[in-house]
């Protein structure tokens, strides 16, 4: 795990508008953002054309371009962070779903065509309309089920980027689960 004060400082220095704070910060929390890339990528199917380091970068190129942000700890950055993964994950889902229904696909009658089991896209999609139902029923418990799905913090890391208490974070995952599981099994 970095050093929490010393990503704060870099995180503060660029909310004082230092861009070269951005740069510092990347090696520290580099393998962090990884390991979340890996856990997200590990639940898509095994052919999926984004790799961890893939993920990793675009979701950096995002974070770059944020200047409205008022960054203020390391808890704050990997939710932004998993944010910014799960809207990567999701339009990579919509460009494979516009393929599959044609998109400039040879065109193979149906008696000659292979069936193919449901593609994780389906999954992605399915999650992401949830999230958005989510949100607007309450945008708070769509971020927790965005902290810890996309961005696989933790209880803590989750409570204190949205900061509400631990407790609070723990309870409303557990019903967001719930929610989830229900609405995700509606949805196929």
Known sequence: MADDSRVTELLLSLRAGDREALNQLLPLVYQE?????RQR?????????LSPTALV?????KLVQLDRVQWESRSQFLAIAAQ??????VSHARGRKRLK???GAQQVPLDESVPMPAPQADRILALDSALER?????SRHARIVECR??????????ASALEISPATAKRDWTLMRAWLERELAESE
């Not at 910014?84 to 994950?89: C, P, Y």
């Not at 989510?134 to 309450?138: H, I, M, T």
């Open 149 to 158: 799905f996309f961005g696989g913090m933790t209880i803590e890391e989750t």
């Open 134 to 138: 989510l949100a607007g029923l309450n």
């Open 101 to 103: 229904r044609g998109g």
């Open 33 to 37: 953002l990884r390991a979340i890339a």
């Open 41 to 49: 990528l590990y639940h898509e199917r095994p052919d999926h054309t």
């Open 57 to 61: 970068h675009e979701a950096y190129f």
């Open 84 to 89: 910014a993964m799960r809207q990567i994950l």
